[in-house]
Structure formats: C-alpha cells, structure tokens
C-alpha cells in the first residue's frame, strides 16, 4: 500500500508539467473528462486485481495520471482564469470540495465494504467518478469566460469603465486587464517563483507528514482513544478557513496571508509537542487544521496574482516534481526518526522549524514586475 501511494505521488508530479501545459493549450474539458474516465476505468479495473503489481499499476500509475487531470491543479488554474477580484473567494470556496468529499465518501466506501467487499467498493468508486466528474466536465467545462462572452468576476462592462469603489484596496480593485501576463520562459528567470517553490515545499512537508503520521503520533502521546477525534477536527479545521483565507487573500497580500498561515501551522505542532490533556491535543487540531488548510487556496492564488491567468497551468505544473520530492520525503524522515528513536517528537520539531523558514521564504516574496509593464510603487507590493 505504502508503495503504491508513494508511486501515485511521484506519477503525480512528474504529470504536473505536461498537465498543466495542455490545460492552457487545449483547455480543462478535454483534460478534465478525458481524466475522469482514465481514472475512472483504472479503478474498476482494480476490482478484478488479482496481483500486486497490477495494483502498482492502476492504481499508481493510471489512477495517479487520471485523478491529476481533474485534481486541484486543473480545477484551481480554470477558477484562476476565471476570477481575479474575486479569486481567493472563487478558490476557497471549490477547494472546500477535496474536504468535503473526503468526510462523504469515506463512510460511504466503509458501508460497500462491510456489505458487499472492497473490490465492489473499487466499482463503485469508479462508477461514481466517471459519472459525476467526466459528463459534467464534458458538458459545462469552459476554460475562460471569454469562451462565452463574458468577463472576469461578472464584469458586465469594459475593465476601464466598471464602478468598482474608490476605497476599495488595490487588490480589489485590480481587473483582468490589469494583470501581468506571464511565460514559462520569463517566469523561471525570476527569483520569486523559486523563492515560491521554495516556501510551498517546506510547508508542504508539514501536511503530508501529518496526515500520515498524525494518529500515531497522538496515541504515542498517551491519546489513544483521541487520536481519531482530533484527525476529524483537524479535517474540519482545514474545512471551514478556506473561506476565510479566501476573502483574506482578496484584502492583503498574498505573502502576508501565507506567512500568517504557516506560522499558525507552526504554533499548532507547538501546541502538540507540549500536549499533556486532551484539550491542549484538541486545540492543536484546531490550530494546525486553520494554517495547514490554507494551502489548497494559498497556491493557486499566488500563481495566478503574481504570473497572470493566462499561462498560470503551465508555470505552477512545472514546479510540481520540485515540490513532490518535499512532500515525499518528509514522511518518510518522519519514519526513519520513530524507528530509531522510539518517538516522533525530533519530526516534529522538524517541521515546525520547516513552517517557520516557510513563512520567512515567502514574506520575502515579492511580486515580480514584467519588463514591458510600468508598475507604480505601491502596485509592486502586492
């Protein structure tokens, strides 16, 4: 199992680049749909299995490829194109999904085990993906609303003649034909899109680690019978401040938003590490879940404000195998450290300290200004 999805990670990553290319070349329906039935099909493949390797395979492999291709990549770089005052809301709000559909299908998959075995749960995992993700994508996907005649954010009329309020801050008041637009080619030559790369992959380590290593963590602490309740508010956390960083991200700049939430992340594991009641391990749930949930909308906000909509698929799937090997690693050291140590505690000092350099990286992060644009000061802080 733990090969499997370790090989799911790095199909993942190594498909960002060329995934996130042919979303802004050919559009997300084709991608979107095209994906669903891959993944769909691989995984009711699944259920006539019968060796290991065939798990390796479709669920590794094929499933990796299929689920990247309507995952949060494609889906966050259509919502990014299509929003630009309003896209912290945009995307917090569709990033919600992932947690929501998690606390749904869960129990749901549980009851078909328990009633009919897994490999028909494996079936109707797959009957559902292929008919709720790939008929919608293929009949509503539009990648711009340009596609249909319309505006970002609604904008009924022309970018220099809408009513937007004069007190309303820059980041409000900015429009689709006010952003830069972006290359690949001129995005790699800037220091902040590597300071980027950098930031989101120590605060991804975090994540990836904790979800795995979460529970065993908390019980090794003495919390047995609390470990599962905490990983639920944990859930629960991350769900409910997506909005609340969405509209954040709207009003201040995104590299004070993500340095605020990694540094609450960081003050969350804190909380953990000196946990010595059941209150202190739900309160670091709580805390923890509110910082280490802002990634999902924290991400493709940046993307897209400090590299324009146009090419936002391209540039952030090619930085996706740097960031996979960050989330890879780090449950793996956290694994390595119990089995010589005996305990977490030195993993997650680790991390902590790897969401305080996080948050230091990205404060740093300033949006970069394009050649052929003149940008006032106060625009360039954005």
Known sequence: MTLAVTTRQIVNGVAGPIIGHLVDRIGARIVMTSGALIGGMSLLAIAASSQPWHFYLLYGVLGAIGVAEFGGLVTSAVVAKWFVRKRGRAIAFTTMGISLGGAVMIPVTAYVIDQFGWRMAWIVSGLLIIV???????????????????????????????DLTDGASAAQRRTASQEQIWTLGEALRTPSLWLMVLAFGLSSMGLSTMILHQIAYIQDKGFVQLAATASSITA??????????????????????????????????????????????????????????????????????????????????????????????????????????????????????????????????????????????????L
């Open 132 to 162: 709720l993700v790939t008929l919608p994508s293929f009949i509503f996907m539009r990648n711009t609303p340009e596609d249909m005649g319309l505006r970002p954010d609604g904008d009924p009329v022309e970018p220099q003649e809408a």
């Open 236 to 381: 629960l956390s991350a769900f409910f401040c997506k909005p609340v960083w969405g509209f954040l991200l709207e009003r201040f700049p995104p590299r004070y938003c993500a340095a605020a939430a990694y540094l609450c992340a960081a003050l969350g594991l804190v909380i953990l590490i000196y946990a010595d009641s059941a209150p202190m391990v739900l309160l670091y749930s709580v805390v923890f879940g509110f910082g280490m949930g802002s990634g999902p909308v924290l991400d493709p906000v940046f993307f897209a404000d400090y590299y324009g909509r146009t090419f936002v698929g391209t540039i952030r799937g090619f930085v996706m195998p740097i960031r996979t090997v960050f989330a890879t690693f780090s449950p793996i050291f956290a694994a390595y450290v119990f089995d010589h140590l005996g305990n977490y505690q030195l993993a997650v000092v680790f991390l902590v300290g790897s969401y305080v350099l996080a948050a230091f990286v990205i404060f740093l992060t300033k949006k970069p200004l394009h050649s052929s644009l003149k940008v006032t000061a106060d625009q360039s802080d």
